[in-house]
């Protein structure tokens, strides 16, 4: 392939990588992960509320890494509220699993970082081929792409498995009993979903630019050399 066209392709993977960075950093920040509707139990027993009385039983809230905010109703009026995860939920939520996220998503960010100047630095420099090179390259994708689908799977299970947002609903809450109704990913995660099929489309980009997979490299050099010993 010609030089320019190399540089095109790795240019344009170092813009992606770029904008991929800065959108996994405004998403940390932002309690834009996951927005979930829950029930008042406890009223809904007491009135026996049923249809469009149910309204008046049903909070939201939305939440991210670090804060979020909600409205708690149940049949007295809106009651709004604001949280954050440190230090106010570490009894009440799975810290470990919570603490990963964070620390994936901030790995995320330093890897896809670390990426862009990699592709910009084969695009227009004098790479090296063991760590600037297309090796490097594929690595990086590699595991920035493994870091964002890590922080996916477990947010997902702190949600899901681990009843995140129940626990939240029910944070101090001694006289009503909250359910969740329903949970739904905002654009804070499926910024990281994109940020994951970025790096699987650069990995592409390099194959596109004319190198070869790692793996399959190292498997036609053994061919090869397994045929010339044959010869010999």
């Keep these: 392939m010609p030089s320019q066209q190399k540089k095109v392709i790795f240019c344009t993977a170092g813009v992606l990588s770029l904008a991929c960075a800065l959108g996994v950093v405004t998403a940390l920040g932002t ?31 939305q939440y991210g890494l670090f804060h979020g905010e909600g409205v708690r109703q149940c049949g ?26 964070i620390l994936f998503s901030t790995i ?10 990699f592709f910009m630095y084969n695009a227009f420099g004098k790479p090296f081929e063991t760590l600037h090179g297309p090796l490097g390259l594929y690595l990086l994708s590699f595991i920035s792409g493994s870091c ?26 001694g006289t009503y009993a909250y359910k969740t109704q329903s949970e739904k990913y905002t654009i804070s995660f499926w910024v990281v979903f994109i940020c ?15 190198f070869q997979f790692p793996f ?14 044959l010869m010999y």
């Design 31 to 61: 309690p834009s992960w996951i927005k979930a509707t829950f029930l008042c139990k406890t009223g809904v027993l007491l009135v026996n509320a049923s249809g469009q009385e149910l309204a008046k039983f049903t909070g939201e809230m």
């Design 76 to 101: 007295l009026g809106a009651r709004p509220f604001r949280f954050s995860f440190f230090p106010d939920f570490l009894k009440a939520i799975p810290v470990s699993i919570h603490v990963n996220v």
């Design 108 to 117: 995320l960010i330093l890897l896809t970082t670390v990426g862009t100047a």
């Design 148 to 173: 964002g689908c890590l922080v996916m799977i477990l947010f997902a299970s702190e949600v899901k498995i681990h009843h995140l947002s129940e626990k939240i609903a029910n944070y101090k809450e």
């Design 196 to 210: 994951f099929f970025v790096h699987v489309l650069n990995g592409l980009l390099i194959r596109l630019a004319g």
């Design 216 to 229: 399959a490299k190292s498997k036609e050099t053994e061919t090869t050399n397994v045929a010339a010993d």
